[in-house]
Every structure is written in structure tokens, then in C-alpha cells.
């Protein structure tokens, strides 16, 4: 049993969401009181439907730029999950504030009511877009400066530099695992999803953003939420940063294979945007390092194909 997660009152921002919900149905189970907070701009209820009726959960729809409520609501709590954030980065490319408020300004938010309520405990999901475009070498934990080159990027190193400061002044415990590209089930955002539903829409053809050469590390849910768990456990320093990926990578090119693979649309036209990147901030090329985490005892069970293979399967469903 995760003892530090257990017998507790959890705070879960974003919640409802594609992260938020895996967790709530991990915590849920181990004689913990639930609260998820969540605006439901990109998390579904009903990706928490079955624990609705459960006595020790409690859902609220509101949003954390909400400092009052957010305040009021966190009173009580033992340890904050924050992973509320706007999970796509390329809509910052129109909407600049974006990020600025739904990532930076809700963890202040977030830190301060921690604050008021004399927390001291936050688990915060970061991102690997942090460390910018870097060489396609293992990129660990160490590396700098951190030159994000997309909003989103810069607002999620803008919420580690507000924890590691709340940490410093206020003694506050923080867990940071920078993030690959989760994917599985109940997914909202992403190139598989995105990929599929274009398919959905027109089996004829299916257009690719960028040349298809871009490469990252995939990893699946249940990785991610063992990841977390086990850092938490077991890392005990003031600001505890992971890196929390596979050691693999997958292109965007081997997702289309697999793709039309899977849905049996063999005679599918393949289009290419074109470029070496899907938008403009994406890093087209990302390898981080996992070893911070593997010489503590964690490691992923499955490489980054076998995570986008499972992610597919659970999400093609019954295609035709």
C-alpha cells in the first residue's frame, strides 16, 4: 500500500481529467478522502462517474483562478496533486494568455492556498517541453539553462520556479516529475487522438502535421501513475525533480503505421503538412533520461512503442 497516499485527504486538480481521473481511481481505493477540483475545460465527469456516489469522494466545478474558493475548498487537506493545466500547447500560439493564467497563475494560486491552509505537501506534473530544444541526446535533470521555446513550455519551468520558491520560504515539500507524452485511455489531447479522429472523419486521407520524422518518448498511463507514486514514496529531499519517461522513442511516422494498422485503412492517403516540427514551438526532437528515477527502483514496464501500441488499441475502439 502507498503509505504516504494512504488514510488521506487528497486534493486533486484536474481531476476529471485524462491524468487526473487515472489517479483518483488509483487513490480512491486506499482509504483516502478524494477532493477533485476541475473546470471541465478539457476533463469529462463522466471520466469519474463511478466514484460520484462514493461518500469519500467530492467533486467541485470551479476554476482555480477562483483564489477564494480554491482556499475555502483546499481547508481540511493533507497533500495537493496538482495537474490541473490547459493540456494543449499549440493553442497558446492564439490565445497568449492562456498558459500564462490555466498553468502559471493557477499554481500560484494553487501554492497560495496551500499557503493559507498551512500545507506542505504538492505533487506537480510538469512537462519535458521545460528544457526547450535541446541536442537529441538524454537529457537529464542536471541540464541547463531551460530555454522553452513554446508558451506552454515556459508557464510549466514558470510553475517549478513558484514551487521551488514556495518550497524555500513557506517549507514546503514538492515532488516535480517532468512528463513525456502520456498516452492511454481517456485522452483528450495528443497526436494519436488527434490522429484517430481525423481518420474517423475521412478514411480517404489523413493529414500529418510536420514530416512525420518527429520523434519523442511515448509512456503509458499506468507507467505514469507508478512513476509518481513510487517518486513520492520514496524521495524525501525539500524539491524532488524526476524526469518521468521511457528511455525510448517513437516517431510520428510509426504512430501512422500503427494507426492504419490497427483500423485496417491500408488504402488511406498519407498527406504531410510539411516541416521539420507539427507548430511552431514544438520540439520535433525530445530524448530525456530516465535514470534519475531507475537508480531508485522505478523503471517503465513498457517502451515507448508499447505504450502508443496499448494507447491506440484502447482508443480505436470499434472503428468501422
Not at 122 to 145: A, L
Not at 283 to 292: A, C, F, I
Not at 295 to 309: F, L, Y
Request: with cysteine; net charge negative.
Amino acid at each position: 500500500m502507498f503509505s504516504k497516499t494512504s488514510g488521506k485527504r487528497i486534493f486533486i486538480t484536474g481531476g476529471a481529467g485524462f491524468i487526473g481521473s487515472h489517479l483518483v481511481d488509483r487513490l480512491i481505493t486506499q482509504d483516502n478522502q478524494v477532493t477533485v477540483y476541475d473546470n471541465l475545460s478539457s476533463g469529462k465527469k463522466e471520466f469519474i462517474e463511478q466514484h460520484l456516489t462514493n461518500p469519500n469522494l467530492r467533486f467541485i466545478e470551479a476554476d482555480l483562478l477562483d483564489l477564494s474558493l480554491l482556499t475555502e475548498s483546499m481547508k481540511g487537506h493533507d497533500i495537493v496533486f496538482h495537474l490541473a493545466a490547459n493540456p494543449e500547447a499549440r493553442e497558446g500560439i492564439s490565445k497568449t494568455r492562456l498558459d500564462l493564467e490555466q498553468n502559471t497563475i493557477s499554481t500560484y494560486n494553487v501554492l497560495e492556498s496551500m499557503r493559507m491552509n498551512n500545507m506542505k505537501k504538492i505533487v506537480f506534473t510538469s512537462s519535458g517541453t521545460v528544457y526547450g530544444e535541446v541536442p537529441p541526446i538524454p537529457i537529464d535533470e542536471n541540464y541547463g539553462p531551460l530555454l522553452p521555446i513554446s508558451l506552454y513550455g515556459a508557464s510549466k519551468l514558470a510553475c517549478e520556479g513558484l514551487i521551488s520558491a514556495f518550497s524555500g520560504i513557506f517549507d514546503v515539500q514538492a515532488w516535480i516529475f517532468r512528463l513525456g507524452n502520456i498516452v492511454g485511455p481517456r485522452a483528450t489531447h495528443g497526436v494519436i487522438f488527434d490522429l484517430i479522429n481525423k481518420l474517423r472523419r475521412d478514411t480517404t486521407r489523413l493529414e500529418v502535421l510536420g514530416d512525420g520524422n518527429q520523434t519523442k518518448p511515448y509512456v503509458s498511463i499506468d507507467d505514469c501513475l507508478d512513476g509518481i507514486l513510487f517518486g513520492v514514496q520514496n524521495a524525501d529531499g525539500r524539491t524532488n525533480v524526476f524526469n518521468l519517461t521511457t528511455p525510448t522513442v517513437t516517431s510520428v511516422n510509426d504512430i501512422v503505421g500503427m494507426i492504419l494498422e490497427k483500423t485496417k485503412c491500408t488504402s488511406t492517403i498519407v498527406q504531410y503538412a510539411g516541416g521539420d516540427r507539427g507548430w511552431p514551438g514544438d520540439v520535433p526532437k525530445v530524448l530525456l533520461s530516465p535514470e534519475k528515477l531507475e537508480r531508485m527502483g522505478w523503471k517503465a514496464k513498457d517502451t515507448s512503442n508499447e505504450a502508443v501500441e496499448k494507447a491506440i488499441e484502447s482508443m480505436i475502439g470499434t472503428f468501422r
